[in-house]
C-alpha cells in the first residue's frame, strides 16, 4: 500500500485538532480547531465551503453522525455541540461535562430495536457520556 500526497487545506488560524470525512459526501471534510471553529472543505476543490462557530474555546474532537446530517464537537469550553448541518448551527449544546472534552463519536447504524442514534463523549472529568439524539 503506498499513498500520495495531493495539497494542503488552509484557513483555520490556530492548530486543527480533528478532523472526519463526511459519510454521504466523500468530497466533505470537516475539521476543528484551537481557533473554536469547525471548517466545512471541498477537499477535491481544495476550497473553505463553510465556517461553524459556537464553542467559546478550543475544538478538540468532532464526529459525523451516521446519516451525515449531524455533526458533533468535544471543546476545551467543556460542551459538547450537536450541529445541524443543514441549518448550520449547533442545534443543541450538552453543559454535563466539569473539564474539557477530548472525544466524541456517533455509534454506527445498525442493530435490531434501534429508533435513535447515540453519542458518547468522553473528558478529562473521568467520565464518558452518552447521549440519545433524533
Not at 33 to 54: P, T, V
Not at 104 to 115: D, K, L, M, Q, W
Amino acid at each position: 500500500m503506498r499513498s500520495k500526497f495531493l495539497h494542503h487545506l488552509e484557513g483555520h488560524l490556530m492548530p486543527v485538532r480533528s478532523l472526519v470525512f463526511s459519510p454521504n459526501d466523500p468530497r466533505v471534510l470537516f475539521s476543528g480547531s484551537d481557533d473554536a471553529h469547525i471548517h466545512m472543505y471541498d477537499a477535491e476543490g481544495k476550497s473553505l465551503i463553510g465556517s461553524l462557530s459556537g464553542h467559546s474555546s478550543w475544538v478538540l474532537s468532532i464526529d459525523a453522525s451516521p446519516d451525515g446530517a449531524a455533526i458533533a464537537s468535544g471543546s476545551s469550553d467543556k460542551t459538547v455541540k450537536l450541529w445541524d448541518l443543514g441549518m448550520r448551527a449547533a442545534a443543541q449544546s450538552m453543559t454535563n461535562h466539569s473539564d474539557m472534552v477530548w472525544g466524541v463519536a456517533f455509534r454506527p447504524p445498525g442493530g435490531a430495536g434501534v429508533r435513535s442514534g447515540r453519542l458518547a463523549s468522553v473528558s478529562d472529568d473521568k467520565s464518558i457520556s452518552l447521549y440519545d439524539y433524533s
